[in-house]
């Protein structure tokens, strides 16, 4: 049976220079354990400090002002690599906070016939096809969204969590490591244009012209419309799948579509989604809870 829980102990994308090393002596006396990066780092900038204080003009400077420059210069440093909670360095801001220096980077509109450009640009999309739904990412990836629906509820019976559970793991196991499965959950009006388009349908397809039987379906569809599509709200959830390239991209769509075909403990229901969708999807996101 598959484990209920998992533990990474390591971060995935770890590099040599994240690797701590310890600056203490036999006693236990020194510095806590820093990353290689950080002491490299604090290292080349001493040197690049000496170098500026004794070979260039400001060597010919006073020494109150040496000394003043030497300060900023350590203060700087300790700002740019100091790390935050995930273990980035602040120096790794610095080019997000140069593009938001002009005054169109720094708005985005949130009306409520806004499309999502602005705000699916800040995320990280470049581009989205409105015929196949391609996600172009701005760091080169690409990637599809698909709406999803699980199984998993704290009603099951033992055996059938057993089964979701190892179904689950063949299924992750068999995905490769170089796409990424990223799961958004957001509260939101209820689906219902399947109902929608079976009530128009049957509209259309009335044998008997009866004023009274047209006027109660049209109370049906709106009711449905502007009610349950609009006012009850309820959890959603999407998945999108983010590869580095095409190719790896169409395997990972691939196993997808056969483990909906050939199964439904891992996902009950999952719809591919398109342009329209997809920046429906983000508009809901930060449009807000107020807006519908």
Not at 44 to 56: A, E, P, Q
Request: charged content about 25%; aromatic content about 10%.
């Amino acid at each position: 049976m598959a484990k209920q829980s998992y533990k990474i102990p390591e971060s995935l994308d770890k590099s040599f220079a994240d690797t701590q090393i310890s600056l203490q002596s036999k006693d236990g006396v020194g510095a806590k354990p820093m990353p290689i990066g950080y002491i490299l780092a604090w290292v080349l900038s001493i040197l690049v400090l000496l170098m500026m204080v004794t070979k260039t003009f400001i060597a010919s400077a006073s020494l109150s002002l040496i000394i003043l420059f030497v300060i900023l210069w350590m203060a700087l440093t300790f700002v740019l690599l100091k790390r935050d909670k995930l273990g980035i360095p602040q120096a790794s801001m610095v080019v997000s906070m140069l593009n938001y220096l002009p005054k169109g980077m720094r708005r985005i509109h949130t009306r409520n016939m806004s499309r999502a450009n602005d705000f699916s640009a800040m995320v990280g999309i470049e581009s989205i096809n409105p015929e196949t739904g391609f996600i172009q990412f701005w760091d080169g990836s690409c990637g599809f969204m698909y709406r999803v629906v699980g199984t998993a509820s704290v009603l099951l019976f033992e055996e059938d969590r057993d089964a979701i559970l190892d179904r689950c793991d063949a299924f992750y196991r068999k995905m490769r490591t170089d796409t990424e499965m990223i799961f958004i959950t957001v509260k939101e009006p209820q689906k219902v244009y399947r109902q929608l388009s079976a009530i128009y349908n049957r509209y259309n397809n009335l044998t008997v012209d009866d004023p009274e039987l047209r006027a109660m379906a049209d109370t049906e569809f709106k009711c449905l419309k502007d009610e349950v599509g609009a006012a009850y709200r309820s959890i959603h959830q999407y998945l999108i799948l983010k590869s580095n390239n095409a190719e790896e991209l169409t395997v990972a769509k691939n196993m997808l579509q056969t483990e909906c075909e050939n199964s439904s403990l891992v996902f009950k229901q999952c719809t591919a989604l398109f342009g329209d969708d997809i920046y429906d999807v983000l508009r809901t996101i930060y449009r807000g809870k107020e807006s519908v």
